[in-house]
């Protein structure tokens, strides 16, 4: 069955950096598009970062510059590089595969990883 599953989640102090992962099993992963997206307490569900099975990359404007996304095909897991965080940075971090294909949207998520920024 398909699971995504993020590690690398934690508390961070401003100013640092965390790594996610993202593992991804159970579909063709190098065909699909990989997203984070995050939630904070009270807020709606945003994009963080995406990248393409082509390999292009793209962020929510807040993350410009400070978080990078990357794949490995080979292992089937997807990365979010984050440094320079922020307190406003605190949000559960969920990993997602989407691929449309003739019509039919697959559209996978993980169970989300806690990522808290504080002195």
């Known amino acids: 069955q398909v699971q995504l599953v993020e590690s690398g989640g934690g508390l961070a102090q401003p100013g640092g950096s965390l790594r996610l992962s993202c593992a991804a099993s159970?579909?063709?992963?190098?065909?699909?598009?990989m997203s984070w997206y995050r939630q904070a307490p009270g807020k709606e569900r945003e994009l963080v970062a995406a990248?393409?099975?082509?390999?292009?990359?793209y962020y929510g404007d807040p993350m410009k510059g400070r978080f990078t996304v990357s794949r490995d095909n080979a292992k089937n897991t997807v990365y979010l590089q984050m440094n320079s965080l922020k307190p406003e940075d605190t949000a559960v971090y969920y990993c997602?595969?989407?691929?449309?294909?003739?019509?039919?949207?697959?559209?996978?998520w993980g169970q989300g990883t806690q990522v808290t920024v504080s002195s």
């Open positions: 990248i393409t099975s082509a390999g292009d990359s």
């Open positions: 159970g579909f063709t992963f190098s065909s699909y598009r």
């Open positions: 997602n595969a989407d691929l449309r294909l003739a019509g039919t949207l697959y559209d996978y």
